[in-house]
């Protein structure tokens, strides 16, 4: 049974165009790469043919798995979402309790989650403390080396 994620038009689109590439191009040079080294003798002993098959199984899992995912996957209409506590796709001020540094991240799926561009996944231990609180609020946070506290400032879409 897939699991359910929930996704923004673009990070669909994204994982959409991923499954074309790997079944519209990747896969035929896979095969390709196979007949090239099945014509070149003995398959006993030919190295390259092992890599090519190998390369191939890799290939169709990962094709699998993305269309695995894809079957799981619900596109989220933001228009529908409360912005009164912190959802998937909430865009969230915080600031850490201890340090006093403030930080504005967005809650994703586990796909769409780059740190880089402030976007962490609804999974995270930061996303799971931060789900469902409104502002004002103190998020608590497990972590490796304790507990981290948050205030939550503002949430947004």
Request: hydrophobic content about 40%; aromatic content about 4%.
């Amino acid at each position: 049974m897939s699991k359910v994620s929930y996704y923004t038009a673009e990070g669909l689109k994204k994982l959409r165009d991923e499954l074309r590439q790997l079944k519209d191009i990747e896969r035929p040079r896979a095969s390709q790469a196979i007949a090239e080294a099945r014509d070149k003798g003995d398959l006993s002993e030919n190295a390259e043919y092992d890599a090519a098959k190998e390369a191939q199984g890799m290939l169709e899992m990962k094709i699998s798995k993305l269309e695995e995912t894809l079957a799981g996957a619900r596109l989220i209409d933001e228009s529908q979402l409360d912005t009164s506590k912190v959802l998937v796709l909430s865009k969230v001020k915080i600031k850490n309790q201890t340090n006093g540094m403030e930080m504005t991240y967005t809650l994703v799926a586990d796909g769409e989650a780059d740190l880089a561009s402030g976007k962490i996944s609804v999974n995270s231990p930061i996303g799971k403390g931060l789900l469902g609180k409104s502002v004002g609020e103190v998020a608590e946070v497990q972590v490796p080396n304790g507990v981290m506290k948050f205030d939550i400032l503002e949430i947004s879409r």
